[in-house]
């Protein structure tokens, strides 16, 4: 018992910062980079479904009486599309935060950076 209480007073000391820092479990890495790209990605991934839904919308405006009603139409490759430049946006993101502490505005930000990716990529170009 003895020994088990010097090897875990071992432990503690030698990595004091993670046993004794105020830092939550959510503020150190990865955790807080895995958190806020999915975020993002949740916010990229909203967008299709709003694109989806603004499409579906624009094509009940032009019905006539009696047609069917169109379906929400979501192909695959629109999901995986703005991920292929998530990198991109993620640094951007990553960038923005760093020094910022894990808040709810801060995850909203994250959702945001992921929603408007195209801006943010936009706006990555324009500073190259």
Do not use: H
């Not at 916010?43 to 006539?64: C, D, F, T, V």
Request: aromatic fraction near 10%; hydrophobic fraction near 55%.
């Amino acid at each position: 018992m003895v020994l088990l209480a010097i090897l875990f007073f071992a432990i503690a000391i030698v990595s004091a910062d993670r046993f004794l820092s105020g830092d939550s479990w959510f503020e150190r890495s990865p955790v807080r980079e895995m958190i806020l790209f999915a975020l993002m990605g949740l916010g990229m991934i909203a967008r299709m479904i709003s694109l989806a839904i603004e499409e579906r919308s624009a094509k009940r405006a032009k019905l006539e009486a009696g047609e069917a009603t169109p379906d929400l139409r979501i192909d695959g490759w629109d999901i995986l599309y703005p991920f292929l430049s998530s990198s991109i946006c993620f640094g951007a993101l990553t960038e923005t935060v760093s020094s910022m502490v894990m808040s709810l505005p801060v995850l909203l930000l994250a959702f945001q950076n992921g929603f408007f990716w195209q801006t943010v990529l936009g706006g990555v170009r324009a500073r190259q």
